[in-house]
């Protein structure tokens, strides 16, 4: 019983020291606290908020644990009907030098302009202060020779005097075969398969020449079956002997001590072996070259390709090196025709389905579509939220002002705002677009001048809401007391005023960040916004307006589109939330 007595004077006396008028039972919560509380009971703040948590994350942490950069772009290996290889049938002659000698450029246009088309089997043509002659053997197949002068000849009655030029050698059987010529009154004659000339000088006096080839003109060219051939084949001799016996349709010649067989197939194709049956070289009037450099065709190729021309045929079948058969198809593009094949061959892996790899595929430059995703995240928000500073900070300041002094200083301030409000949005962002298009301005600097820009022409709806409401605060009398303690004009307007209007522009911030997203969306799906390789949802969203896409590819745009429409309901959602939280009439 002590016990029980001694407790309920215990619970008497505390009850005494917590009276009601007591301080320590009255628990006052501060604004901001109470703001807080009100928008935590808000279930669909609390979403809103979540929403955004979420879209942070994503896009500024998904971006660094992304193994792949925005930017990235992905091959695949996949076979692709590529062009190989192109030819022309020529028309132009080709000259091929006696070794160790050159012609010149004057040479080879005297007999393209001389030469070229004249009837006869030698035409003479003078080049450089010498003469030549174009000893035809076909129609396209010259060849070249020149004359040298060895010496003179003169006749003195029965007496031949056979003098050699100086730096010149006349053997005995050469100065008998002159002499024996100019007292016939011959102009030419031969002597070991060499051909001279006797040119009458002066009275009876001749000069003594040798005509020696000097080079080939011909319209057919010589491909070697393997490298190891070039020289062999570069030969002149091989070239002159080579073509002799095409155009006399021998089946074998020789040239530098070798024999070699020669099977023609038609006037102007045929292939060389040698003894051991070894493809030496092609020879034919059409010109193949690869379309990739560094790449060797074999001389089987370029002849099934000057086979299957010739015979004007459309595709041809060849076995490569691996025995593999491989089908290709000739096209006629201008004059020369276009071999192509399928290849195996890298390409950019557009529109790829969702995979382990790409979780969302690829969009249509072969980049990771949900890494595009995490970065134009941030972009989209990026924009957001500065476009919202700079549009408050300019509001503030003129709506301030406006609101503060008011009178001409108001109506002046006003009609600049009006003046703002005149300029139509969307036709200057077209504008402005059109002009960094046209001076192809870096991705990354077109970013912040579109953001400068949308702030500058977004800044009058808060202007107007600051000038209300300080027009009603500037009366009260705590604007009062600052006046009469000498505060700075500038003081009173952002130390006193502004902070008073904050809770509004805050309500109003936070639901003018979704309408910016969207405004940033809607711009760079005109593609008027960002630019390559720079990513926001509006750009991706942007490969919608492909039809192929729309209808195969839903997850390009369907991703983008709804991020969109998360972000921006749940902008909304903590605007609602905190606009009820401010309101003093809300009892919860």
């Not at 089997?121 to 202060?129: C, R, Y």
């Not at 074998?252 to 493809?279: K, P, Q, R």
């Not at 309408?515 to 916004?529: K, P, V």
């Not at 921006?568 to 939280?581: E, I, P, T, Y």
Request: glycine residues 8%.
């Amino acid at each position: 019983m002590s016990e029980k007595i001694k407790d309920n004077k215990t619970e008497q006396n505390n009850q005494e020291q917590m009276a009601l008028d007591d301080g320590r039972r009255v628990k006052v919560l501060s604004p901001g606290m109470m703001v807080f509380k009100r928008f935590i009971r808000n279930r669909l703040a609390i979403a809103g908020i979540c929403i955004l948590i979420f879209m942070f994350l994503f896009s500024f942490l998904g971006g660094l644990i992304s193994p792949y950069r925005q930017d990235q772009v992905f091959y695949k290996i996949d076979s692709a009907n590529k062009e190989y290889a192109g030819a022309v049938v020529n028309t132009d002659y080709r000259f091929v030098a006696v070794d160790g000698k050159t012609l010149s450029t004057m040479v080879r246009a005297t007999f393209n302009s001389q030469v070229k088309g004249k009837a006869g089997d030698s035409v003479t043509f003078t080049a450089d202060n010498n003469t030549y002659t174009a000893n035809k053997v076909d129609e396209n197949f010259y060849i070249i020779t020149s004359g040298e002068e060895l010496g003179t000849v003169a006749l003195l009655g029965k007496i031949v005097d056979v003098q050699a030029a100086e730096g010149k050698e006349i053997s005995a059987e050469l100065n008998a075969a002159a002499a024996d010529a100019a007292k016939a009154g011959q102009t030419s004659f031969e002597l070991d398969g060499a051909a001279y000339s006797l040119t009458r000088d002066v009275g009876k006096n001749y000069k003594l020449g040798v005509m020696k080839e000097v080079a080939l003109a011909t319209m057919l060219n010589v491909d070697t079956a393997d490298p190891q051939y070039s020289s062999v084949a570069g030969s002149y001799e091989f070239r002159r002997n080579c073509e002799t016996a095409m155009h006399a349709g021998e089946t074998s010649f020789t040239a530098d001590g070798v024999t070699y067989t020669l099977e023609i197939t038609s006037e102007t194709d045929a292939s060389v072996t040698d003894a051991s049956g070894n493809a030496i070289a092609n020879v034919s009037n059409i010109i193949v070259n690869p379309v990739t450099n560094g790449v060797i065709l074999p001389a089987d190729y370029k002849d099934a390709v000057a086979d299957a021309i010739t015979n004007k045929k459309t595709s041809f079948e060849y076995v490569n090196a691996n025995g593999e058969t491989e089908k290709h198809t000739i096209q006629m593009r201008g004059s020369t025709y276009i071999i192509s094949t399928i290849q195996q061959t890298h390409l950019i892996d557009m529109y790829a389905e969702p995979s382990a790899q790409h979780l969302l595929g690829t969009d249509d430059h072969g980049m990771d579509v949900l890494t595009r995703l995490m970065y134009g995240g941030r972009i989209s928000l990026l924009v957001g939220f500065i476009v919202m500073i700079l549009e408050n900070i300019i509001g503030i300041i003129i709506g301030g002002i406006s609101g503060y002094f008011g009178g001409w200083v108001d109506t002046m301030l006003m009609r600049f705002v009006d003046l703002f409000n005149s300029i139509p949005y969307y036709p200057m962002m077209i504008i402005a677009g059109a002009i960094m298009d046209s001076f192809e301005v870096d991705p990354y600097l077109r970013l912040y001048m579109m953001m400068a820009i949308m702030g500058i022409m977004g800044w009058t709806g808060v202007a107007r809401v600051v000038r209300g409401q300080i027009l009603s605060l500037r009366e009260q009398d705590f604007m009062v007391a600052t006046e009469a303690t000498g505060i700075k004009v500038s003081r009173r307007i952002f130390r006193h005023l502004v902070p008073n209007v904050m809770p509004l522009l805050i309500v109003q911030a936070t639901m003018g960040l979704g309408s910016i997203i969207l405004t940033e969306a809607t711009l760079s799906f005109l593609g008027l916004g960002i630019k390559y390789p720079l990513a926001s949802w509006g750009t991706i969203i942007n490969s919608a307006s492909n039809i192929y896409v729309m209808t195969n590819c839903w997850y390009l745009w369907i991703p983008a589109g709804l991020l969109i429409v998360l972000t921006v309901l749940g902008f909304n959602f903590v605007g609602d939330g905190l606009r009820d939280a401010f309101d003093p009439k809300m009892k919860r």
